[in-house]
């Protein structure tokens, strides 16, 4: 105890504690914090008004010493830096599409990736042709309502499921509990599907299991810039049903006042549409080819060639950097002794 008093009683170095070294330490302390203040406010002065906007068109939060790269949610956590997405040849694994950007959302960057991949074919064949006989598998970052548009609008067939197809899949019912949910994301123990809901074209409703109809309230705005309708019960309605337990979580089963069921689909969005050809066996079976042609690119490039950060700021200095590894994975693709040296 005595040791200890002697060290809290001293300034790290032996030294007895004193007004004056106090006042350097707070004065040291001040001209850090100021030395960071002007640095800021250089930062914002050399950006002006050049605001740095996300996904959602809303202004993002900017870094100070990369404004161009932006927050990365990976394996490990959240890092800051940029994402390096790729298109790959099915046949050949070669990469013919590639960009490194700085956003975190990584499907609003599938436009520009369609741009570069016409580009670059365009470069390659000397024609103005576009890959319209291809098929595009895109992971369910990419599931959107914009993104198969703007595949549709360049004439190109996409397949790009939501995160939650495998939860509709009948062959993964061995993993999990109760049913497979339904096509809104929503997956429980026993409940009802969508499908389970019977259309009524006639007068644009539902009709649930036990018979009730759902009719429809109107629109409303889903993730990924989708409007999809809005179809519940009259209220009560549902009090008293013997299946709704498997129809709605219910906080007080004792009580059941007030409760409905409500859904929320769009059958005539690309989204939806996109969803049924995932569910059906032909999707499926094309879907399962993605990770074979892209995932071997990825773990070459990361594993292989030791590529698995960036070590550059910047994206033009980044973009350059994440472009010359994709490079020497194609070379070691086309050329047969280089790529037994890179195995």
């Known amino acids: 105890m005595s040791r200890h008093n002697r060290n809290d009683a001293s300034d790290g ?3 007895t504690k004193t007004a004056e070294t106090e006042r350097e330490r707070e004065k040291k302390a001040a001209g850090k914090l100021t030395e960071k203040a002007g640095y800021i406010k250089n930062f914002l002065k050399e950006t002006g008004e050049k605001k740095k906007t996300g996904a959602s068109g809303k202004e993002a939060q900017s870094n100070v010493t990369d404004r161009e790269s932006a927050k990365i949610k990976g394996p490990h956590g959240v890092i800051q830096g940029y994402n390096g997405i790729a298109i790959a040849d099915g046949k050949a694994r070669v990469i013919v ?57 360049k004439n190109i067939d996409v397949i790009i499921p939501d995160s939650n197809f495998r939860r509709r899949d009948e062959r993964f019912n061995s993993r999990k509990e109760g049913g497979a949910g339904n096509e809104t994301g929503e997956a429980a123990k026993g409940k009802f599907a969508v499908g389970d809901f019977k259309y009524n074209d006639g007068d644009n409703s539902y009709t649930c299991p036990n018979g009730k109809k759902l009719l429809y309230r109107g629109k409303s705005k889903l993730r990924h810039g989708r409007k999809a309708g809005r179809y519940s019960v009259k209220e009560g309605e549902c009090r008293g049903c013997p299946g709704i337990e498997r129809c709605i979580k219910l906080k007080d089963k004792s009580k059941q006042e007030g409760v409905r069921k409500t859904i929320i689909y769009d059958r005539d969005s ?34 292989c060639k030791g590529m698995n950060r960036f070590t550059l700021r910047g ?23 280089m790529a037994a040296l890179s195995a």
């Open 13 to 15: 170095g032996g030294k």
């Open 97 to 153: 599409a590639t960009e490194a950007f700085g956003t975190g959302y990584e499907g609003g960057e599938f436009e520009n990736m369609l741009t570069n991949l016409e580009n670059n074919m365009k470069a390659v064949s000397g024609k103005e042709d576009t890959p319209e006989e291809s098929l595009l598998l895109g992971d369910t970052n990419y599931f959107s309502e914009s993104n198969p548009q703007a595949a549709k609008d």
């Open 270 to 303: 690309l989204s939806a549409k996109m969803r049924e050809r995932i569910d059906g066996k032909e999707g499926r079976s094309l879907y399962s080819h993605r990770a074979r042609i892209i995932e071997p690119c990825f773990a070459d490039i990361e594993y």
């Open 315 to 337: 994206k033009l200095k980044v973009n350059g950097q994440w472009l010359l590894y994709c490079m020497v994975h194609n070379i070691g693709k086309r050329v047969p002794k």
